[in-house]
C-alpha cells in the first residue's frame, strides 16, 4: 500500500504529458457541487461549538450532517475513479491498488483526502469518548479534528487541481464554475483550521468595548508603567498582566493570516486564467457567509469588506483584457486588494462597534496588511528573469 502511494506521488509529473485521463466539466462541477454540504455542515458543526456548552453528544444534528456529506462525496469519487479504471481495462475489484495512470487527473489527492476523512471520522468517535469534548481553542487542534481538517483541504481542493490540468486559459463564468466553488470552500477550509487568529471570527480585539473592558479591568502594563513589558511578561503570579500585549498582537496575527488565507489562493489562480468577471466577488462573498455562521453573523457587516475586496480583483482582472495578469499585475493586484480589504475593514468596525486601538497601531495594522498582501503576491509571482528553479528534467 505505502509503496502504491509513493509511486502515485512519483508519477504525479506524467498528468501533464496527458498520461492519466482528465475528467469532464460535468464531473467537475458536481465534484465541488457535492462538497459544498459537508463543509458547510463543518461550519454548522463549529458554530455549535463556539456558541453552545455542555456538549456531550457524538450524534449532533452538525456531525451527522457532516458525516453524510463525506460519505456522498466518497460515494461519487469511488463511483467516478472505478468508471476511469474500467475504461482503462483494469479491474478495481481484484486488487486495493488502482490502476495509477488510470486515476483522472486532481482525484489522485482527493482519494487520499477521503482515506484521511475515513480514518479521521471513526478516530474523532474514539477520541471524544476517552477523552470527553473539547472546549474553545483545544477543539481547533484535537488530533482526529486534524485529520479531519487536512482530509477537507485535500477534497476541497480537487475542483482546482483538476481543472488546472486542461488547456484553457480563458474560462467564461459557467466554465469557471468547478474552480469558484472548489476556491471558495478551500479557503473556507482554511480559515475553519485558523478561525482563532481569523479577521472574521475572532476579531474583538480592535474594538472599543473590548479595550475599555480590559482597560476597566485589568492592571496592564501599557498604561501602567511602574513595571516593564519584560517584567509584566515574566512576573508570574502577581497582579499586573500584559493584556495590551497579547490582544495587539492577536489583532495583527489575524490580519497576516487571514491575508495569507484570502490572497493567497486568489493570486494563484490569477497566475493560471484568466479568471471572468464576478468571480472573486462570489468566492469572498461566499467565504464570508461561511464564516459568519460561526459567530451567528455577530459582524455580518465585514462581509462587505469581503466582497469589495473580490470586486477589487475582479475590476483588476478585467482591465487586462483577454489576457492574464502579467507578473507585475499580480503584485499590484495583491497589494490593492489588501489595501481594499483592510481599509474597508476598519471602517465598517469603526462605524459598527467602534475602534479602541490607538491611531498608532490601527494605522500600522493597515500598512501591515498591505505588505503582507503584496508580500504573498511576490511569492505567487516570483520575478521570471534568472535561472529556472525548476526544470523538467528534474522530475
Known sequence: MAAGLTQMARSAPEAARGERPVTTYREDLITAALTIWPITAMFFDGRGHNNETGQESFFSLAHLFLYAGMTAVGIWVGLLVTRYQLAAGADPRKSLIPDLKAIPVGYGVAILGLLTLALGGPTDFIWHSAYGFEVGVDAIYSPPHLLLFFGGL?????????????QDVVLDFKGFAPVLLSAMLFIGVSGFITMYLSAFMTNVTPTSDFVADYQANFKDDFSDQT???NGGLTGYGDDQWP???????????????????????????????????GAFTLIFTGYGLLASIMTEYRDWPLIISLTLCGLALDLIQRRSGEHRLTLGGIRTAGAIAAAVLWISYYSIMALDKGIGWEPTLWVGALMIGVLTGFGVAFLIAPPSYGPRLVDASDG
Open 243 to 277: 493584556f495590551y500585549y497579547y490582544s495587539a498582537s492577536h489583532g495583527m496575527a489575524s490580519m497576516i493570516i487571514s491575508t495569507l488565507i484570502l490572497l493567497g489562493p486568489a493570486l494563484l489562480l490569477l497566475r493560471r486564467w484568466r479568471v471572468p468577471f
Open 227 to 229: 513595571q516593564s513589558l
Open 154 to 166: 485535500l477534497v476541497s481542493s480537487t475542483g482546482i487541481r483538476s481543472m488546472w490540468a486542461k
